[in-house]
């Protein structure tokens, strides 16, 4: 009797096993957007495209484009990842953007939207959009070379490092540029800031960690 047991627990653990090793067939279903909404029209050029988690999609495909899928005048991005949301900085202009869920088996249809950035002088409520290093890195680099996307409408940035146990200021400089270098010599947790400016106003301080540990 136990041995009979035995046999059909490992039946019933090799069929859940192979069960596992078969993907879900995700091709008749649709991504689901949650924001922004379709032909949205905004003078905030930093947008967080996100949408729902989809049952049976291991990752997910994302593409933007300025002017229309059958006609590109730009082709912004075209990226694949597991996360369900993606944040970037648009210039003024007129966009579709698509998103499809993929495991290893199937795909689904994409979901398109479209979405209309307008130009808008004030910056109070736009974001600098930090590229790197990442948040809370770690090196033992002395001189770091720190990124952001370009914002429309600034015509410059004020960069920042600041100590982060005392928040003392290392480095203040008003640059126009989308990147600054800086020789870090000290061990020790640093935030850097950026935010963009012109001559009628400013956006919030947008900042990251890093860490110099040698």
């Not at 290392?170 to 600054?180: H, K, P, Q």
Request: hydrophobic residues 40%.
């Amino acid at each position: 009797m136990k041995i009979n047991q035995l046999l059909l627990l490992l039946v019933l653990i090799t069929i859940t096993s192979c069960k596992k090793l078969v993907d879900d067939d995700i091709s008749g279903k649709h991504i689901i957007i949650s924001s922004p909404v379709d032909q949205l029209h905004t003078s905030v050029s930093f947008q967080s495209f996100v949408w729902q988690a989809l049952e049976g999609a291991d990752k997910y495909q994302l593409q933007i484009v300025r002017g229309t899928f059958s006609g590109i005048t730009q082709f912004i991005l075209d990226t694949t990842f597991t996360s369900v949301s993606f944040t970037v900085s648009l210039l003024p202009g007129s966009y579709q953007w698509r998103v499809r869920g993929i495991n290893g088996a199937t795909l689904t249809d994409y979901t398109l939207q479209s979405l209309v950035i307008q130009s808008n002088a004030d910056l109070s409520l736009q974001y600098v959009i930090l590229s790197a290093p990442a948040d809370s890195a770690i090196t033992n680099d002395t001189t770091i070379n720190f990124t952001w996307q370009e914002l429309t409408n600034a015509d410059a940035y004020k960069f920042r490092i600041l100590n982060s146990a005392d928040s003392t200021v290392l480095t203040e400089n008003t640059i126009t540029a989308v990147s600054f270098s800086y020789d870090v010599i000290a061990e020790g947790t640093y935030i850097w800031m950026v935010r963009a400016e012109n001559n009628a106003s400013f956006t919030p301080y947008t900042s990251r960690r890093f860490t110099i540990d040698r």
